[in-house]
C-alpha cells in the first residue's frame, strides 16, 4: 500500500498564497510505478475536481481556474508533490486531496491512491 500524507493547508484572506505538500510512503514497489501525482479539490456542494498534476516525464497539467495562479511540483528523492497557491480567492475554498496514480502490483492495472485531505479556507 502507499500512504498519502498532505500538509500546508490553512486559512488566508483573499490575495493570500500558501504551499501544499504530499509525501507518498509505504510500498518501494508502488511509489516506483507512479505516472503522475496530483491535487484534486471538493468544496461544499460540489464534485471533486482536478486541480493539478505532475507526470513522469515532468508534464503539468492545470484546471483552467488555476492556470497562472497555482504551481505543482515535485521532488522525486523525496516522493513529494507541492502546490503553491497564489492569488488566493473564496473560490478556492475546499478540501485539498494528494492523489497518485500508480501499479498495486505487477500485471494490475493502474490505481488512484488518496491523501485524507487538507482544508483550504480563503476569506474574502
Known amino acids: 500500500q502507499v500512504q498519502l500524507v498532505e500538509s500546508g493547508g490553512g486559512s488566508v484572506q483573499a490575495g493570500g498564497s500558501l504551499r501544499l505538500s504530499c509525501v507518498a510512503s509505504g510500498s518501494i514497489f508502488i511509489i516506483n510505478t507512479i505516472n503522475a501525482m496530483g491535487w484534486y479539490r471538493q468544496a461544499p456542494g460540489k464534485e471533486r475536481e482536478l486541480v493539478a498534476s505532475i507526470f513522469r516525464d515532468g508534464s503539468t497539467d492545470y484546471a483552467d481556474s488555476v492556470k497562472g495562479r497555482f504551481t505543482v511540483s515535485r521532488d522525486s528523492a523525496k516522493n513529494t508533490v507541492y502546490l503553491q497557491m497564489n492569488s488566493l480567492n473564496p473560490g478556492d475554498t475546499a478540501v485539498y486531496y494528494c492523489?497518485?496514480?500508480?501499479?498495486?502490483?505487477?500485471?494490475?492495472?493502474?490505481?488512484?491512491?488518496w491523501g485524507q485531505g487538507t482544508q483550504v479556507t480563503v476569506s474574502s
Open positions: 492523489n497518485c496514480v500508480a501499479k498495486p502490483r505487477i500485471g494490475m492495472p493502474n490505481r488512484d491512491y
